[in-house]
């Protein structure tokens, strides 16, 4: 299985920061790569897919970058909104792994 | 607008068999391009997927948990099912159903989960 490792696990930040969360692969795993928001009690979200596209209806201050085993989720002016865990996960190949995620706490 | 929503016991004794349905609304469960997949949350832990169904019936199982896992479809209701046999204390999370789609209606490539259900909280214990 392909493991993602991400970084940090957690910190802190204030609103109005530019935040940004790496995720790196076991092996490469070309662009197959979305990133998820997941507020407290809620579903995880959806907000970019291959590795930079972002999703319908998200912020265009999420912004994802990388290919091959490294890539970034950066936030280019945190809002108070966007205080949560981010997770990456892959679909290059089955089974479909996850990082173990980065919770972004208010400083 | 396509919602899956989860349903089954809240809570499951030792040794028994966890059982979940998903049930699709706002969509058909048998469209050609996408999968059907459950995702397990421990509390205070990371997402942990178990394993994803096509209409067909073809399945994908996460090798970590394929020898307790049985997912199956039913087009008929538009839903789809988990059975998580032997569980024990480890198996408590809450449950997740999703839809991810295929890059390729050949090859059947998975891509990302989107949407999901809202979960339900499974507990294991006598």
């Known amino acids: 299985a392909i493991r993602m490792t991400q970084s940090p696990s957690s910190f802190s930040a204030s609103t109005g920061d530019r935040v940004t969360i790496t995720c790196r692969a076991s092996?490469?795993?070309?662009?197959?790569l979305a990133w998820y928001q997941q507020k407290p009690g809620k579903a995880p979200k959806l907000l970019i897919y291959?590795?930079?596209t972002l999703q319908s209806g998200v912020p265009s201050r999420f912004s994802g970058s990388g290919s091959g085993t490294d890539f970034t989720l950066t936030i280019s002016c945190l809002q108070s909104e966007d205080f949560a865990t981010y997770y990456c996960?892959?679909?290059?190949?089955?089974?479909?792994?996850f990082g173990q995620g980065t919770k972004v706490e208010i400083k | 607008q396509l919602q899956l929503q989860e349903s089954g016991p809240g809570l499951v004794k030792p040794s028994e068999t966890l059982s979940l349905t998903c049930t699709v609304s706002?969509?058909?469960?048998?469209?050609?391009?996408?999968?059907w997949g459950w995702i397990r949350q421990p509390p205070g832990k990371g997402l942990e997927w178990i394993g994803s169904i096509y209409y067909s019936g073809s399945t994908y199982y996460n090798p970590s948990l394929k020898s307790r896992v049985t997912i199956s479809v039913d087009t008929s209701k538009n839903q789809f099912s988990l059975k998580l046999s032997s569980v024990t204390a480890a198996d408590t999370a809450v449950y997740y159903c999703a839809r991810h789609g295929v890059l390729s209606t050949v090859t059947k490539t998975p891509n990302w989960f989107d949407p999901w259900g809202q979960g339900t909280l499974v507990t294991v214990s006598s």
């Open positions: 291959a590795a930079s």
């Open positions: 092996q490469g795993i070309s662009s197959y």
């Open positions: 706002g969509g058909s469960i048998s469209s050609s391009s996408y999968y």
């Open positions: 996960q892959q679909y290059y190949s089955y089974p479909l792994t």
